[in-house]
């Protein structure tokens, strides 16, 4: 960790900057789904997969978005590692302070993300790159894929995770950026929560929708 | 009322150090836990029954900060706002068990029992956390216009003591609520605010390389801190940061 010198406060930024850039992906990738709870055969879903397939400046933001994630996940073991030996012994008692759950969860929320993200890669990006084989209308995909009971399920408590993971990153982000004061830190993480709320109900209601056939 | 102690022992800081358990009676409720603690060493001494413990306190009335033990999962006790000679043994119940530890922290090493090693605190205020101002006559206090609001949050800022329990209680031993504190008490008076950029630079890389954890916004310290500073301290100590990463002071 001595071999490349960033203070704790820039890791910490940047951090807090990727997670940005990570949860407005998540708004537009959320918006996009949206398309398919309308009743037009996917028409518009798979014409948005035909552009994003072929965009050239669509195949460079996934680049940069994928860069992102890993220098994301990157950061946050740096920290989590010079954490852990800040404190070489720990206490006998655990700590009864009074703190953000959040926190404590956001590591472990973290994971649980990867590790879906591994599954949600496996049913449809893995797919769109020819690693995995499978259906290549997606509309149909989803369709197929939302209407078996487990996989919605747990779809949507991959969702609560996301969840749980925005809505601490963005009350943290704010902090992070020197934006929390006085005034306006408790409105800041009101309208962070908010969108945690918004992206994961996008989200969550196409699962939903498509299931109950909507 | 009667308490069954845990109590940290460690002859110094390359030696292993475990719990022993002492039982002690007949303490009245208005006691102070350190007092409960002197009555403790009286009676080891007295019965020679082994060297006392080991702890620090100084002033016993919450301002100097020496006073830290962290007391069953909390630094200075089951209480808000107070430092551990402000602990009464009312807040306990009669027949407790009391898990007594140091701080835990790399760059607070135990020097024996309770007693850690802060000094590192005193290195950050070292590498930036004061004014450099050549001595002469004293200006008048009032020569200096002072907004009304930036002077009582600096005022707030500057109750700071130093204790360590924001070390403490943080998951990470983070000591951003320290330095948010001193950065912010001089960062936010005129006299201040002349160096702001150069101190919080200096005082951010001494504290990272004295091996404290990263703050994870857990606000743990705050909720901890015998004089209640608050975490928007640590979020002007991040602002500072930015704006000095587009500039510094000339010196």
């Known amino acids: 960790m001595g071999i490349v010198k960033i203070h704790s406060i820039s890791k910490k930024i940047l951090v807090a900057l990727l997670g940005v850039f990570l949860s407005i992906f998540l708004f537009f990738h959320a918006a996009a789904n949206m398309c398919i709870l309308r009743h037009d055969g996917g028409v518009w879903y798979n014409d948005f997969c035909d552009f994003m397939g072929t965009n050239y400046l669509v195949k460079v933001m996934e680049v940069v978005l994928l860069g992102s994630f890993i220098c994301h996940i ?5 920290l989590t ?3 852990k030996m800040a404190r070489p012994q720990g206490y006998h008692k655990p700590q009864r302070s009074k703190t953000h759950t959040g926190s404590k969860l956001q590591v472990w929320t973290g994971i649980l993300i990867l590790a879906c993200l591994f599954c949600h890669f496996m049913d449809f990006y893995f797919v769109k790159l020819g690693l995995v084989d499978g259906n290549l209308n997606f509309y149909d995909q989803a369709h197929e894929k939302f209407q ?33 004061n006085y005034k306006y830190g408790r409105v800041l993480e009101v309208l962070g929560a908010i969108y945690a709320w918004v992206v994961c109900l996008m989200f969550a209601s196409v699962v939903i929708g498509v299931y109950f056939g909507f | 009322m009667r308490f069954i102690l845990h109590i940290w022992r460690q002859e110094n800081a390359h030696v292993k150090g475990h719990f022993e358990t002492y039982p002690i009676d007949n303490i009245s409720p208005d006691c102070s836990f350190l007092e409960m603690l002197d009555i403790l060493n009286e009676s ?26 962290y007391i069953n999962g909390r630094p200075h006790g089951n209480d808000d706002g107070i430092t551990t000679c402000q602990l009464h043994m009312r807040k306990f119940k009669d027949g407790d068990e009391i898990w007594i530890e140091p701080w835990r922290a790399k760059a607070f090493p135990v020097i024996r029992d309770l007693v850690v090693d802060r000094s590192a605190f005193d290195k950050i205020i070292q590498a930036g956390g004061y004014i450099s101002t050549t001595t002469g006559g004293v200006p008048d206090a009032n020569a200096i216009p002072v907004n009304k609001h930036k002077a009582d949050m600096a005022m707030d800022a500057a109750a700071c003591i130093g204790c360590g329990a924001c070390v403490a209680a943080c998951k990470n031993a983070s000591a951003m609520l320290f330095v948010g ?34 703050c994870t916004n857990t606000y743990a310290c705050e909720a901890e801190c015998p004089k ?18 587009f500039g510094r002071d000339k010196k």
């Open chain 2, 44 to 69: 080891l001494i007295n019965d020679r029954i082994a060297h006392p413990v080991c702890f620090d306190n100084d002033c016993r009335e919450g301002i100097c900060g020496m006073c830290g033990l």
């Open chain 1, 148 to 180: 078996i009971t487990h996989i919605a399920v747990a779809y949507l408590v991959f969702f609560v995770v996301v969840w749980f993971h925005m809505r601490h990153g963005f009350a943290a982000m704010f902090q992070t950026l020197g934006l929390y």
């Open chain 1, 81 to 83: 590692i010079e954490n």
């Open chain 2, 228 to 245: 209640l500073i608050k975490r928007q301290n640590i979020s002007r100590l991040n602002r500072q940061w930015i704006g000095s990463l």
């Open chain 1, 74 to 78: 990157i950061l946050t073991v740096w």
């Open chain 2, 181 to 214: 504190a001193k950065v912010s008490h001089l960062a936010l008076l005129p006299q201040g605010k002349v160096e702001a950029m150069d101190r919080v630079r200096s005082m951010v890389a001494k504290m990272d390389e004295l091996g404290f954890g990263n």
